[in-house]
């Protein structure tokens, strides 16, 4: 049996539980803390997942010690769904979370990089913070033109502003890789999808399809 995962700190010691007895033949974490006391009693090979390990993508990226954790498992994640299809082509990952990611794999599977920018709560919460008087407002869909209030107004910016970063991040893709796929994961992904006129592949866990295979990759190199 393999596990993967990532854990806040109930969800660690839910699993340290759950895992007692259980026979393991390797497991691998990403953390950004820099110890995980639980793990250290597991009688089997413990990873943490990291640019140096032995991947199954090569590494374009000039700082590769300090790429976020998530963004490359991500990648890795849309490698290994597409080799499952059998259907390995160039591809742009776009995770909406704290904040929103771009991460480009060209087909001969070298991560490339990519771009950050705030995602959607953040966004809101700098328009609230870094101002005097804009309230902070809950998230909900706005399909207008324009807002007829201070708090529409501030839903119709920050979306619109969302939705024209992602058309333009993915037609710079496509101008480069016509035949290359698109996934969008991450807590805001659903609202992200819904806005694109493309076809694209939405998976909720793909950063742990990507955490999964750089475990396989790495054991079995």
Same mark, same amino acid.
């Given at each position: ?111 490339? =990089?990519?771009?950050?920018?705030? +995602?959607?709560?953040?966004?809101? $919460? &700098?328009?609230? !913070?870094? /101002? ?47 035949? =290359?796929?698109?996934?969008?994961? +991450?807590?805001?992904?659903?609202? $992200? &999808?819904?806005? !694109?006129? /493309? ?23």
């Amino acid at each position: 049996m393999r596990f993967h995962g990532v854990f806040t700190d109930v969800d660690a010691l839910l699993q340290a539980e759950a895992l007692r007895g259980v026979k393991l033949r390797a497991c691998i974490f990403s953390t950004v803390r820099k110890d995980i006391p639980w793990l250290t009693g597991l009688d089997c090979p413990v990873h943490l997942f990291s640019s140096s390990m032995n991947l199954p993508v090569r590494m374009g990226y000039a700082t590769p010690e300090t790429l976020g954790a998530d963004r490359l498992a991500g990648v890795l994640g849309a490698h290994c769904l597409m080799a499952q299809r059998g259907e390995i082509t160039a591809c742009l990952v776009m995770d909406a979370g704290t904040c929103i990611t771009y991460d480009w794999l060209d087909a001969r599977a070298s991560y490339l =990089g990519g771009s950050i920018s705030p +995602g959607l709560h953040m966004r809101y $919460l &700098a328009l609230h !913070q870094q /101002t005097g008087k804009l309230p902070l407002v809950s998230h909900e869909s706005f399909v207008g033109a324009w807002g007829n209030s201070t708090n529409e107004s501030i839903l119709c910016g920050v979306q619109q502003g969302i939705v024209g970063e992602s058309h333009r991040q993915i037609a710079l893709f496509l101008e480069k890789h016509p035949d =290359g796929q698109v996934f969008i994961t +991450g807590g805001d992904g659903l609202f $992200l &999808a819904e806005q !694109q006129k /493309t076809k694209i592949f939405v998976e909720p866990m793909l950063v742990h399809y990507g955490l999964m295979h750089a475990l396989q990759h790495h054991e079995n190199s």
